[in-house]
C-alpha cells in the first residue's frame, strides 16, 4: 500500500543527461506502466526506483518518505526481470521462499505463503521443479510469485513479457493482472509493447528521451493522443497534413476536393493554418458515399481486413474493414470513405502538440 | 498439372511416429503457398523433404514434371530462407548474396550486375560490402531473402523466416517479401505457426496438423469457412457454446437445429453487446455478466459470464462510452450467421 | 551494475595482486633476462647471445626446435582434424570410448609416452624384435621422426578436443543454405565449415606447438643427440661440471619469445573469425555405408588407440614380474611393493605439494577472477593481459627462472617445497582467473539484483547466489589444475632436490636408469589420481573435454 511521488527527478550517465526534471505520481495499489521505446529511459527510471541506479537529483518517496538514500535491499520492493532471473540451482519453492528467509518468518508460514503464492499464479503442481526444466513461461509466474510473497510495498516488473512468445504474452498478461489486483499492490510496470501496456494499465505514462510525453488512462492516450510521437506510438495511425479552414465562423479541413470535414473541440486560439491529422484506421469505414478513393492493396488478417487507398489530395490511409464481403478490394477499385471525427486529433504543425480541448469521448 | 506437385507424402520417425502421413498438395507457378499450423505436425518436415534436406518414407514430389527425389539437394535449383537466416559470418554482404552464382558460372560482370539488382530489391544496396556478424536480424534475413532469390531458382522454400524477429519488423518484413514473391513471380512454399502471418501473406494456405492437411484455401476461406474445428480454433479466435438449456433456447430462436452432439461455436467479432433487455430482431440475446474488459485503442475484449458460457465479445473502436467494468450487466447478441458447428470427429457440421 | 562493498576490499586484493604478480612473474622474468645479460663478473653483456648467434650448436638446436615444433603441430592438425571431423560428423560406435581414449593421451604423465615407444620400437622393441622375427626389419624409432611420431599422437588431443567441439557447433542450416544454393559437399566443406572450424583448428595447434616447444622429455630419451632448445637449456644448467647458468638463461629468453611469437600470430591469424551463432540447428551424425564407414571407424580407433597405447604400455608393464630393474615373464605386485616400501615419500610430496598448490590456485584465482569480471578498467584490463605470460613460459623456464630469483637475494627459496609449490601456482593460475572471470560475465547480473530486491545485501546476494552457481566451475577447475600440478615435470626437475622429489620426478630418474617397472607402476598411480581427478570434474560440471585444455 504504498504511493509513489518522484520529484524533478535527475539521471546522468557519464555527463550525459539521460532524465532531467522527471516529475510523476502514482496511486496506491495502481498499476502504472512506463512506456516507450528502447533507449526513451523508462528501464533506467524503473531502476532508479529500485536502487540499482544512482539519482543524480530531485526525489523519490514512498508514501511521502524520501528514500534516495536507501540501499535497493531496504526498499522492500518486489522484482521481475525480462530475463525471469530464476536462481537455477533452486527449486520453484526454494526460489520462491528465498526472499521469506531474511524476513525472520516461520518455517510453517514461509511454506504456506509459499504454497499460496505459487498456486495464484497456477504453479503449485510443479513447485519441485528446477528452473531449466520449466517453459520461460512458467519461469516467469515463479519469478513474479517469488516477488509477490514478500508483500512488497511496490512491485516493479521489467519488460516481463517480452521473451515469450505471442499467444503466451497475451495469457501471460490476464495472469499479472489478476495477481496485481488480488494482492492490491502499487506496480510500475515497463514496456515497450503497446498493446500490452493498454491492456494491463490503470495508467500509462508514455515516455520519450527521458521525457514523459504524456500521462493518462489508455483509453485517453488512444484517443487523445498528446503530440504527434504519441500518436505514432500508440496503435497506428494516418498522419495527414492539411489546412484548417475558417468558414462562416466554423474551422474546417478539406481531404479532397470539395470534401470537407467539419472540425469542433480545437482550441479556438489556434485560429486558421497548416496543421497535421491524425486518423486512426478504425476511424475510417468505407461507405457508399464520402470522401473517394483509390484502393492500392488489401491484405486480409482474419477478423478484419486492412486495406491502404489513396485519397485524392495523393495521400494514402490505411484503415480496417470489418464487413464480411466475399471478395477483397483489388488495387485501382474506388471505395468511399466514412470518416468518424471522434477519433481525430491535430497536432500543430510546427510542434507536433495536440490543438484539441475537451476529454476523449 | 500443377507446377510442384507432392503426392502421398509420408515420413516416419522410429517405428510409430508419423510426421508426414499421407500428404498431398499441388502449387502453380507464382503461386505463393503457405504451410501453417503448430509446431510438430509435420510443415518444416515437408518444407525440408521438397529441399532434399531429408528424405521421405514414401511418396512422390515433381516439379514442372522432373522426379525430385531422385536429386540432392545441391542440383536441385530450389533457393530457401532459414528461421535463423544462415548467414555466412565469414563473408561479406555482396559475397554472401554472391555466393550462390559462383557454382553457376555466372560471369564477374553479370554476377555484380545480379547481386547489385537483388541488394537493392532487399534495400541493402548501401551495406554491401559490411560484414553480416553486426548487422540486425531483420538486415541478415534480407541478406538471406536475397541470397536466395539472386540464383532465380525454380522454386523459394521459406522455413519461419520472420520468427526470430520483434513484432514490428515482423510486419514490416512480412510485406516486403510478399511484394518482392509478386515481383520475382518464383512460386514460394513458406512455412509459419503464425496465423496472422500466413493470412496477409498467402495465396494459399494449407492448415496442417499431426502430419496431416486439415484444409487447403485462400485465406477467406480458411478463416471464414474453416471445414474443421482445429483450423477455427487455430485461426483467430472461437467462443465454445456451454452445451445446454440456453444454448439449445438461443438454437432455436436462430433457426438452427438443436446440440445434440456437436460443439456451437462464434468468433468473437461476430458477436455484440447490447443493455441487459435490449433486443435485436433475428438475433438470440444471451444475458451475463462482465467478468474482464480489456482495452486494446483499436478494438476491445470484453468477457462476459452468460448461461451458455463464457464468452468473448470483441467490439471494433470503442469509444469512452463502449468501457465496461466487471460486474457490470450486459446482454451477448448472436446473430444467426454466427454459430458455427462441428462433428464429435471435429468435421464442420452443416444444415 | 553490482555496486560492490565500499570499504575498499577490491583495491587491496588490487594490490595484493600486482604484488604477487611481481614477486612470482616479473622478478623471475626479470631475473632470467638479467642473468642472461650479464657475465659471471656481473658486467653488463651481449656476449651470451652473440654465443647463441655464432655457436652452430645453438643453430642447430634453434633449427631442430622448430624442426619439433611444426613437425608436432603438423601431425596433430592432421591427426586431430581427421579424428574430429569423423567423430562429429559421422556415427562413430563407440565415440565415447575414442573421447576417452584422447583423454588418456592428454593426462598420461610425461615421459612415460616416450620410453613405452622405445619399449615397442626401440632398439631391442618388442614390436620390432616380434617382427624381425618375421623377418622384416624396420629401423628403430630414435631421432626426429620418432620424435615427430610422438608428438603427433601426443598432442593431437589438443586439436582434437578444440576442433570437434566447433564442429559440432557449426549452425547446420549455414551448411544447408550452400547446399541449397548447389554447392558440392565437398565445395560446401571447405568454403563453409572449414573458415567456421578455422580459429578452433589454430588455438588447437597454437598449444600443440607451444607443447611441442616446452617438452625436452621426449627429445631427451628419443633424440639420441638430436637436441632441441629445451634439452640445450636443462643441459647447460644441470651439468655437473661447469654449469653454465647464464647461457641457460639466454636459452630461456630465446624459448620465451619464440612462443610469445607464435600466440600473437595465432591471435592475429584468427582474429576476425570468432563467430557465435544463434544454435537453433545442431549438426547431425551421418551413417556412412560400407567401405567409407569401415575406414572412418578404423582411422578413428587407430589414431585413438596409438595415442593412448604409453598409457596402456606402462599399466600393464607395471604388473610385470621383476628382478632388478629387468622384466621376467608372468606378472606381479613387486613394482608396487617396492613404490610402498622405498617411495612412499615421493607420492607424499606429489600429493601435498600438487594440493597445496591447487589450494591456493583456487582460492587466489577465485578472488582475482571476481576481481577482473566486476571491476572493469585499465588495471583490470592490464591484469587479464598480464596473465598471458606464465602461458606461454614453458616449464623449463619457469625452473630455471626461480632458481635465477629465488636462489639468493631478498627471498631465498631454492630447495624448499614453497618453489616448487609456487611455480605450479603460477603456471596454472591463469586458467582460474580466466574460467571464474568467463563464468562470472555469463551469469546474468539481474540474478543478484533479484536476490537485493528481495532482501539481501549486494555481498549476501553475491555469497548467496553467485558463488554457488561459479562453484561446480571452480572446483572443476580445481581438480584439472591438480591433473596439471601432479603432473608437472619440467619446472620441478630444476627445482626439485632430494627431499623434494614428486613423482614425475622419480619416474624421469628411473626411466634414465632403466628401472622401467617402477617407472611404469609410478605413472599408472600418477594416471589413477588424475583419471580420478578428472572424473570428479565431470562430475561437477558435465562431460566437457574441451576444459581439459
Avoid at chain 3, 575414442?98 to 592428454?106: D, E, H, M, P, R
Wanted: charged share 15%; with cysteine; hydrophobic share 45%.
Amino acid at each position: 500500500m504504498t504511493k509513489i511521488a518522484l520529484q524533478a527527478l535527475r539521471k546522468e550517465y557519464a555527463g550525459q543527461l539521460a532524465i532531467s526534471d522527471l516529475n510523476l505520481e502514482i496511486g496506491d495499489g495502481e498499476f502504472f506502466t512506463l512506456l516507450g521505446p528502447s533507449g526513451c529511459g523508462k528501464t533506467t527510471l524503473l531502476r532508479m526506483i529500485a536502487g540499482f541506479n544512482s539519482i543524480e537529483g530531485g526525489t523519490i518517496s514512498f508514501d511521502g518518505e524520501v528514500i534516495n538514500d536507501r540501499p535497493a535491499s531496504e526498499r522492500n520492493i518486489g522484482m521481475v526481470f525480462q530475463n525471469y532471473a530464476l536462481f537455477p540451482q533452486m527449486t520453484a519453492a526454494k526460489n520462491v521462499g528465498f526472499g521469506l528467509q531474511t524476513r525472520r518468518i516461520a518455517r510453517s508460514e514461509a511454506e504456506r505463503r509459499v504454497e499460496q503464492a505459487l498456486a495464484s499464479v497456477h504453479m503449485a503442481h510443479l513447485h519441485d521443479r528446477l528452473p531449466g526444466q520449466m517453459s520461460g513461461g512458467q519461469q516467469q509466474r515463479v519469478a513474479l510469485a517469488r516477488a509477490l510473497v514478500i508483500k512488497p510495498a511496490l512491485l516493479l516488473m521489467d519488460e516481463p513479457l517480452s521473451n515469450l512468445d505471442a499467444k503466451l504474452r497475451v495469457e501471460m498478461r490476464d495472469t499479472i493482472r489478476q495477481a496485481q489486483r488480488d494482492a492490491g499492490i502499487t506496480t510500475v510496470y515497463v514496456t515497450h509493447d503497446q498493446e500490452e501496456a493498454m491492456a494491463v494499465s490503470d495508467r500509462i505514462a508514455v515516455m520519450n528521451l527521458g521525457v514523459v510525453q504524456q500521462v493518462g488512462t489508455p483509453a485517453e492516450i488512444y484517443r487523445r493522443p498528446a503530440n504527434r510521437f504519441v500518436a505514432e506510438f500508440i496503435g497506428k495511425t494516418n498522419l495527414l497534413e492539411c489546412d484548417l479552414i475558417r468558414h462562416e465562423g466554423k474551422l474546417r479541413i478539406e481531404l479532397g476536393k470539395g470534401q470537407v470535414i467539419d472540425v469542433t473541440d480545437i482550441v479556438d486560439a489556434s485560429g486558421s493554418g497548416r496543421v497535421q491529422v491524425s486518423v486512426r484506421p478504425e476511424a475510417v469505414k468505407a461507405a457508399s458515399t464520402g470522401l473517394a478513393a483509390e484502393v492500392v492493396d488489401e491484405t486480409f488478417l482474419g477478423s478484419h481486413s486492412q486495406v491502404r487507398a489513396r485519397l485524392q489530395t495523393g495521400d494514402i490511409v490505411e484503415f480496417l474493414e470489418f464487413s464480411r464481403r466475399p471478395a477483397l478490394w483489388t488495387r485501382g477499385d474506388t471505395v468511399f470513405l466514412d470518416v468518424d471525427t471522434d477519433l481525430l486529433t491535430f497536432f500543430d504543425h510546427a510542434s507536433g502538440v495536440s490543438i484539441m480541448r475537451g476529454d476523449a469521448v | 498439372m500443377s507446377y510442384l506437385t507432392v503426392t502421398n507424402a509420408t515420413k516416419r520417425f522410429g517405428p510409430t511416429f508419423m510426421a508426414l502421413d499421407g500428404v498431398s498438395v499441388s502449387i502453380e507457378r507464382g503461386e505463393f503457398f503457405t504451410l501453417l499450423g503448430p509446431s510438430g505436425c509435420g510443415k518444416t518436415t515437408l518444407l525440408r523433404a521438397i529441399a532434399g534436406f531429408n528424405d521421405l518414407t514414401s511418396g512422390a514430389i515433381v516439379l514442372d514434371g522432373a522426379d525430385l527425389r531422385t536429386l540432392p539437394p545441391h542440383q536441385r535449383d530450389i533457393g530457401m530462407v532459414f528461421q535463423d537466416y544462415a548467414v555466412f559470418p565469414h563473408l561479406s554482404v555482396f559475397d554472401n548474396v554472391g555466393f550462390g552464382l559462383k557454382p553457376r558460372k555466372v560471369p564477374a560482370a553479370e554476377l555484380k550486375i545480379r547481386v547489385t539488382e537483388a541488394l537493392d530489391t532487399v534495400r541493402l544496396g548501401a551495406m554491401a560490402e559490411r560484414l553480416p556478424a553486426a548487422m540486425s536480424g531483420g538486415q541478415q534475413q534480407r541478406i538471406g531473402l536475397a541470397r536466395a532469390m539472386v540464383i532465380k531458382p525454380r522454386l523459394l522454400l521459406m522455413d519461419e523466416p520472420l520468427s526470430n524477429l520483434d513484432a514490428k519488423l515482423r510486419i514490416e518484413l512480412r510485406e516486403e517479401i510478399r511484394d518482392i514473391q509478386k515481383q520475382v513471380d518464383i512460386a514460394t512454399i513458406y512455412v509459419t505457426h503464425d496465423q496472422e502471418e500466413a493470412l496477409a501473406i498467402s495465396d494459399r494456405i494449407c492448415v496442417m496438423n499431426a502430419g496431416k492437411i486439415e484444409q487447403v484455401g485462400t485465406p477467406q476461406e480458411i478463416y471464414g469457412n474453416p471445414q474443421t474445428r482445429f483450423v477455427a480454433e487455430f485461426v483467430g479466435s472461437i467462443n465454445v457454446f456451454r452445451p445446454g438449456s440456453a444454448l439449445d433456447a438461443m438454437l432455436a430462436k436462430l433457426g438452427h437445429a438443436p446440440g445434440g452432439a456437436a460443439t456451437w461455436t462464434a468468433r468473437p467479432e461476430h458477436l455484440a453487446l447490447v443493455e441487459p433487455d435490449g433486443q435485436d430482431s433475428g438475433a438470440a440475446t444471451l444475458p451475463g455478466t462482465v467478468t474482464k474488459f480489456t482495452y486494446l485503442g483499436r478494438e476491445a475484449h470484453v468477457q462476459v459470464d452468460t448461461p451458455a458460457g463464457l464468452l468473448v465479445v470483441q467490439i471494433a473502436n470503442p469509444g469512452m462510452a463502449a468501457t465496461r467494468h466487471t460486474g457490470d450487466a450486459v446482454a451477448v447478441v448472436v446473430p444467426p450467421s454466427a454459430p458455427m458447428a462441428f462433428g464429435p470427429d471435429g468435421a464442420r457440421v452443416k444444415r | 551494475m553490482i555496486v560492490m562493498p565500499r570499504f575498499n576490499f577490491w583495491t587491496v586484493i588490487m594490490i595484493l595482486t600486482w604484488v604477487m604478480l611481481f614477486v612470482l612473474l616479473f622478478v623471475p622474468v626479470g631475473s632470467v633476462l638479467v642473468s642472461s645479460l650479464y657475465d659471471q663478473g656481473g658486467n653488463f653483456t651481449l656476449a651470451n647471445y652473440t654465443k647463441f648467434l655464432a655457436e652452430s650448436r645453438f643453430h642447430q638446436a634453434f633449427a631442430n626446435t622448430l624442426v619439433v615444433g611444426f613437425g608436432g603441430l603438423f601431425g596433430a592438425l592432421l591427426l586431430g582434424s581427421i579424428m574430429a571431423f569423423c567423430v562429429s560428423r559421422f556415427v562413430i560406435r563407440g565415440g565415447k570410448f575414442v573421447s576417452l581414449l584422447a583423454i588418456l593421451a592428454l593426462v598420461s604423465p610425461p615421459f612415460i609416452g616416450a620410453y613405452s615407444w622405445i619399449v615397442l620400437f626401440g632398439a631391442g622393441g618388442v614390436v620390432r624384435g616380434f617382427l624381425r622375427d618375421l623377418g622384416i626389419s624396420m629401423p628403430p624409432i630414435y631421432g626426429v621422426g620418432g620424435i615427430l611420431i610422438v608428438f603427433s599422437l601426443k598432442f593431437y588431443p589438443y586439436v582434437y578436443l578444440m576442433v570437434s567441439g566447433a564442429l559440432s557447433n557449426v549452425n547446420r542450416s549455414l551448411e544447408e543454405a550452400a547446399e541449397g544454393l548447389g554447392l558440392t559437399p565437398w565445395q560446401r566443406t571447405m568454403r563453409i565449415s572449414f573458415p567456421m572450424v578455422f580459429p578452433a583448428l589454430t588455438a588447437g595447434g597454437l598449444l600443440a606447438l607451444i607443447h611441442a616447444i616446452a617438452d625436452f622429455g621426449t627429445p631427451r630419451l628419443l633424440g639420441r643427440g638430436y637436441n632441441v632448445l629445451a634439452t640445450e637449456a636443462f643441459t647447460l644448467y644441470a651439468a655437473e661440471v661447469g654449469s653454465n647458468m647464464s647461457m641457460a638463461t639466454t636459452i630461456s629468453v630465446v624459448l620465451i619469445i619464440v612462443s610469445m611469437i607464435f600466440v600473437l600470430l595465432q591471435r592475429y591469424m584468427s582474429r576476425r573469425n570468432v563467430y557465435h551463432g544463434n544454435m537453433i540447428n545442431k549438426p547431425i551424425r551421418i551413417q556412412l555405408k560400407g567401405w567409407r564407414n569401415v575406414l572412418a571407424h578404423f582411422a578413428v580407433y587407430f589414431i585413438g588407440l596409438c595415442g593412448a597405447l604409453p598409457v596402456i604400455i606402462s599399466v600393464i608393464y607395471s604388473f610385470r614380474k621383476t628382478s632388478g630393474p629387468v622384466f621376467q615373464d608372468g606378472f606381479a605386485l613387486q613394482s608396487y611393493e617396492r613404490i610402498l616400501f622405498g617411495l612412499g615419500d615421493v607420492v607424499r610430496n606429489s600429493l601435498s605439494f600438487s594440493v597445496a598448490a591447487v589450494a591456493l590456485i583456487v582460492v587466489v584465482g577465485t578472488v582475482v577472477g571476481v576481481l577482473v569480471a566486476r571491476r572493469t578498467s585499465l588495471n583490470t584490463a592490464l591484469l587479464d593481459g598480464a596473465f598471458m605470460v606464465p602461458y606461454v613460459m614453458p616449464g623449463i623456464v619457469i625452473g630455471i627462472a626461480f632458481i635465477a630469483a629465488f636462489n639468493t637475494g631478498p627471498i631465498v627459496l631454492t630447495g624448499t617445497a614453497a618453489i616448487i609449490i609456487l611455480s605450479i601456482f603460477i603456471r596454472r593460475l591463469p586458467y582460474t582467473v580466466r574460467t571464474t572471470a568467463t563464468s562470472l560475465r555469463q551469469l546474468s547480473p539481474s540474478m543478484e539484483e533479484a536476490a537485493i530486491s528481495l532482501g539481501y545485501s549486494p555481498f549476501q546476494a553475491f555469497l548467496r547466489i553467485t558463488v554457488p552457481l561459479i562453484m561446480p566451475g571452480i572446483i572443476a577447475g580445481g581438480m584439472l589444475s591438480f591433473v596439471t600440478a601432479i603432473n608437472e615435470l619440467s619446472s620441478s626437475l630444476v627445482l626439485y632436490v632430494g627431499s623434494t622429489m614428486t613423482m614425475p620426478v622419480r619416474i624421469y630418474l628411473l626411466i634414465l636408469d632403466g628401472d622401467f617397472g617402477v617407472a611404469a607402476a609410478l605413472s599408472t598411480i600418477l594416471l589413477l589420481l588424475s583419471g580420478s581427478a578428472v572424473y570428479i570434474a565431470f562430475r561437477f560440471m558435465g562431460r566437457n573435454e574441451q576444459a581439459l585444455l
